[in-house]
């Protein structure tokens, strides 16, 4: 069962050089207590696409031009983008929990983490004090928070980066949402720190029965976490596929280029890894072909003067692209 359904999501950004067409008709769908990742290089429109749900990019300069996003809350079935302020602030708070990439910029330095972990459940759940603390005290724990009741009066400096991390983890799930939406929550911690943050995410999605979307430019973090992976490039899903079934035979050349780029343990260690030549496309313009054509190694006339639609390679496999890579031959009009 599908508990968020996104169609034709399209955002823009006014600014003095021009439009900036940051999202340009993106679809997909999340089944309840799914994990979908998103991928792709920066300025692909991964990050503003998942804020754009819950209306947290400016506005303005940004704007959403087009596109639904429908949403099972705990009140039914809701459109997150048409919903007023005061309903969508409720949506989010609830039923939907948002773990930002810097958590220190994320988390107000004048309240403890206790506090701010508090407030969300006496503001949606009608917790009184006493009863938020207890709660908060448990959730620091469950998130592996060591002396959680020690630390509920402790302020964010207090804390190191992944510690900071797991309390803005806290806060997202405080109220026992049904979607978790992480937005690169790893990229500024250290390896060992970055799989203690993953294990958390895994675990409470098992406990919680949470559906979770994941937004990373590691590949590498996705293979192990996702059930399923969509692969953005120029504000455009490149493809969308099951993610055994995208690292075994990838459909786009982006993808196939970006699996191509990873390093291999058994690959030799004088050989250079593979690069993507050119440079992603001006975002200025809206798209008007193929973004990733300038790029593509298999571009042909057909991919300069359109935008390709999304083709079904199987259930559960698309891939926006003229070309056909499996076949190694353009697709037939």
């Not at 804020?51 to 809701?78: D, N, Q, T």
């Not at 701010?116 to 620091?140: C, N, P």
């Not at 982006?254 to 050989?271: M, S």
Request: hydrophobic letters at 40%; glycine letters at 8%.
């Amino acid at each position: 069962m599908s508990i968020l359904e996104v169609s034709d999501l399209a955002v823009e950004f006014n600014t003095i050089e021009g439009v900036v067409h940051a999202v340009n008709g993106v679809s997909f769908s999340l089944d309840s207590r799914e994990t979908l990742g998103i991928v792709g290089e920066s300025g692909s429109g991964k990050s503003v696409s998942m804020m754009s749900l819950l209306r947290l990019i400016p506005e303005p300069p940004g704007r959403i031009r087009s596109g639904a996003a429908w949403f099972e809350s705990s009140k039914g079935r809701v459109d997150l983008l048409s919903l007023s302020k005061t309903k969508r602030a409720a949506v989010r708070g609830r039923d939907i929990g948002f773990v930002f990439q810097d958590p220190m910029s994320s988390l107000n330095p004048l309240m403890t983490v206790g506090e701010q972990i508090a407030e969300s459940m006496r503001l949606h759940l009608d917790l009184g004090e006493r009863a938020a603390r207890k709660r908060t005290v448990e959730l620091l724990d469950r998130v592996g928070i060591p002396a959680a009741a020690e630390r509920y009066g402790n302020y964010p400096h207090q804390f190191s980066g992944g510690m900071r991390q797991r309390v803005m983890i806290a806060i997202a799930i405080a109220c026992g949402p049904k979607l978790l939406i992480a937005d690169e929550p790893t990229t500024a911690l250290d390896v060992t720190v970055q799989a203690q943050i993953l294990d958390l995410v895994k675990n409470l999605r098992d406990e919680l029965g949470l559906a979770v979307i994941w937004i990373s430019h590691d590949l590498g973090v996705v293979a192990g976490l996702a059930d399923r992976v969509i692969v953005m490039y120029g504000g455009l899903v490149a493809e969308c596929a099951p993610v055994d079934e995208l690292y075994e035979q990838p459909r786009h050349p982006y993808t196939e280029g970006l699996l191509e780029a990873l390093p291999r343990v058994d690959q030799d260690r004088g050989e250079e890894l593979r690069s993507i030549e050119g440079t992603p496309p001006d975002l200025y313009l809206a798209p008007a072909a193929c973004p990733f054509a300038p790029r593509c190694s298999y571009a042909f006339d057909r991919c300069r003067q359109a935008v390709p639609p999304r083709y079904v390679v199987n259930n559960g496999h698309d891939t926006a692209c003229f070309y056909d890579l499996a076949e190694r031959r353009p697709r037939s009009e």
